[in-house]
């Protein structure tokens, strides 16, 4: 599965793209506002390990972000399930290189668009650290809302932060 954006696709993970990843994901800027589980440093170790997972994908839920061949970023969609089996969360990162150039809120809003038309979604959320105002913008601009902020409930390198939780509703 591709998505075409206007500078980059949207795509799966293949065999070959471990030394793209590793090279763009092995920023401390770029890990400083996502989830302990993206390590920094990142090594080519971790980008074999996280492809040989990502193919393995039963549901195209993951991106990689490719640009000229390349992985520069990665986007996905995780599905909830339970009481909560309409909703997803997104969650995305992009090399720093590319900052600033609109192409994560394109990609955000081309993940969103697909969630909706092909994964049975009703609801996208997405938590931001209390810092990371980019990505708060990166989603005002994607069309969605800030529904509010959770106090003091992350930690990254020991600090606390609050959460400000964005939301968008499938459209009627």
Wanted: glycine share 8%.
């Amino acid at each position: 599965m591709e998505i075409q954006g206007s500078a980059f696709t949207l795509r799966g993970w293949f065999d070959g793209d471990e030394a793209s990843l590793q090279k763009h994901a092995d920023n401390p800027n770029v890990s400083a506002f996502l989830l302990d589980r993206f390590p920094y440093p990142y090594t080519l170790n971790d980008a074999f390990i996280w492809v040989a997972f990502m193919k393995k994908q039963e549901r195209q839920t993951n991106f990689a972000i490719a640009i000229d061949g390349q992985v520069c970023g990665g986007i996905a969609v995780d599905l909830k399930v339970d009481a909560n089996h309409k909703e997803a969360e997104i969650g995305y990162w992009l090399a720093e290189p590319y900052w600033g150039r609109g192409i994560i809120t394109e990609a955000v809003q081309l993940l969103t668009s697909y969630a909706f038309e092909n994964l049975g979604i009703i609801r996208i959320q997405a938590g931001v650290f209390s810092k990371n105002t980019a990505s708060m913008r990166v989603l005002e601009k994607a069309g969605y809302i800030k529904e509010g902020i959770m106090r003091n409930a992350l930690i990254k390198k020991g600090e606390v932060m609050d959460k400000h939780l964005y939301a968008i509703l499938k459209p009627e």
